[in-house]
Each structure stands twice: as C-alpha cells, then as structure tokens.
C-alpha cells in the first residue's frame, strides 16, 4: 500500500509539481488548498507525510505547522516545510508566537526552500518516511 503524502500549498502549479513527483516515486498524493483544508485532511486521512507551504491564506503554514506540533495526537506526524519563505523568516515567526503564545515548536525537521529540483524533493521525502 502506497504511502499517502499530503501537500498543503495554495499554489496550483507548485501542487501539481509535487503531485507529479509524488506519483512518479510511488507515493498516494492527497491535496490541501490551504491550512484550513490541510488541518482537515490531516484529521480525516492521517497521512504518513505532510508538504506544507509557509503563506496561504485561510490558515498559513506557520500556524498549521504549530497546531501539528502543539498537538498530542499529530505531533509525531512527519512535516517537510516547502516553501519560497527563507528559514531565518520562518524561524523569527516561530519565536514570536512561542512568545506570544508560550510554549516552544521545534524546528522542521527539513525545510526546502523553492524551487527544488525533484530529486531534492524525493530525498527528503524518503529521509522521512522511506
């Protein structure tokens, strides 16, 4: 059974992109149009992996990204941030709203910034869920 990867991006292209890549490598693409229908994927489908982009309206990356890992019940779950935001920007927003809001969010384990050749991609997938 395929591996089911869920990709939370906004952008039509860059979603088929990664959908392309993700079929081509044997892997069941699930899509998310934004944070607000990527939290509820991820509720209703439990993917093994999830592609979150940083900006998107109705629900961003970064706060998808902190309910995800402030969250008992998904916080072991695998996230690759893709996205066009350079970590250090992505980083700052994190300590804000652990200040903010208390508490600490680890670091994603593995951030790509766009645009990545597919290979790039697939390597980071497989250093997660194989």
């Given at each position: 059974?395929?591996?089911?990867?869920?990709?939370?991006?906004?952008?039509?292209?860059?979603?088929s992109?990664?959908?392309?890549?993700?079929?081509?490598?044997?892997?069941?693409?699930?899509?998310?149009?934004?944070?607000?229908?990527?939290?509820?994927?991820?509720?209703?489908?439990?993917?093994?992996?999830?592609?979150?982009?940083?900006?998107?309206?109705?629900?961003?990356?970064?706060?998808?990204?902190?309910?995800?890992?402030?969250?008992?019940?998904?916080?072991?779950?695998?996230?690759?941030?893709?996205?066009?935001?350079?970590?250090?920007?992505f980083?700052?927003?994190?300590?804000?709203?652990?200040?903010?809001?208390?508490?600490?969010?680890?670091?994603?384990?593995?951030?790509?910034?766009?645009?990545?050749?597919?290979?790039?991609?697939?390597?980071?997938?497989?250093?997660?869920?194989?």
């Amino acid at each position: 059974m395929s591996k089911k990867v869920l990709v939370v991006d906004d952008d039509p292209d860059v979603r088929s992109f990664v959908v392309t890549v993700l079929e081509e490598n044997g892997y069941l693409p699930l899509v998310a149009h934004d944070g607000v229908d990527g939290l509820e994927k991820i509720q209703a489908n439990r993917p093994n992996l999830v592609i979150l982009d940083v900006l998107m309206p109705r629900g961003s990356g970064i706060r998808l990204y902190r309910h995800l890992k402030t969250d008992e019940t998904l916080k072991d779950l695998p996230v690759i941030m893709f996205t066009g935001i350079a970590l250090r920007s992505f980083l700052k927003s994190q300590k804000v709203l652990d200040e903010f809001k208390g508490g600490e969010v680890p670091k994603p384990d593995i951030y790509l910034e766009k645009p990545v050749e597919p290979e790039e991609l697939v390597q980071a997938i497989e250093t997660k869920i194989g």
